[in-house]
């Protein structure tokens, strides 16, 4: 008889089990599902999205055999027929121009079509940021700062180059207007003649004229 008491106890520890391991299985089946779900919608994205740009650049005249050069990218993307698919597969077409030089640092930098449907891809809205992505924009930000920094030191350059000139100047002025007075004194002095009033010229500015 007490075996009968248990026998409840262990029916309900049975059926949880069964139960919560359904559950378990449900869940993997979801998850496969979910991802197989995901991995053939990306692949008809892709498909859907080269398959349209083929045809559009092909219809525009733009050969997809053939590499395309970077410095030509803006007009290809401003493309109306162009501009509409890159809008429909969630790209945007100004941030994308806007890109470009941070992209693709070479103008004579070819891409292949698959190069291209590549860059549109990755370049999504709906897109997470990756290691990858912030890599490249450290590199990016560091090769904007190397360029501002090179671009200073040769406007300083410059500036102080200009200043030098000044300087050289206004001290050759003034060495020739010390040689002419010491040879209106002397030549004073031989004849017995007081010295004769000179017209001192204005010496050149350093920082231009007033």
């Known amino acids: 008889s007490e075996l009968w008491v248990f026998?409840?106890?262990?029916?309900?520890?049975?059926?949880?089990?069964?139960v919560l391991l359904m559950n378990m299985l449900v869940g993997v089946l979801v998850e496969v599902v979910s991802a197989i779900a995901s991995t053939e919608k990306e692949g008809i994205a892709v498909l859907a999205l080269?398959?349209?740009?083929?045809?559009?650049m092909t219809s525009l005249g733009w050969s997809t055999e053939s590499p395309i050069l970077t410095a030509d990218l803006p007009k290809l993307i401003f493309e109306p027929e162009v501009a509409i698919i890159l809008e429909q597969a969630g790209v945007d077409v100004i941030s994308l121009s806007d890109m470009l030089g941070v992209l693709f640092e070479d103008a004579d930098t070819e891409l292949s079509f698959e190069d291209l449907?590549?860059?549109?891809?990755?370049?999504?809205?709906s897109n997470t940021a990756r290691v990858k992505d912030v890599k490249q924009q450290l590199r990016a930000i560091k090769n904007f700062v190397k360029d501002t920094?090179?671009?200073?030191?040769?406007?300083?350059?410059?500036e102080v180059g200009g200043i030098q000139t000044e300087v050289k100047n206004f001290r050759n002025f003034a060495q020739r207007e010390t040689d002419d007075g010491s040879d209106d004194d002397d030549a004073?002095?031989?004849?017995?003649?007081?010295?004769?009033n000179r017209q001192v010229s204005k010496p050149p500015s350093l920082f231009g004229d007033s």
């Open 7 to 18: 026998w409840p106890i262990a029916i309900s520890f049975v059926s949880l089990a069964f």
């Open 50 to 56: 080269a398959t349209d740009l083929r045809a559009t």
């Open 188 to 196: 004073a002095s031989v004849s017995g003649l007081p010295s004769p």
């Open 117 to 125: 449907v590549e860059v549109v891809l990755n370049l999504r809205d």
């Open 149 to 158: 920094e090179l671009e200073l030191r040769g406007a300083i350059a410059e």
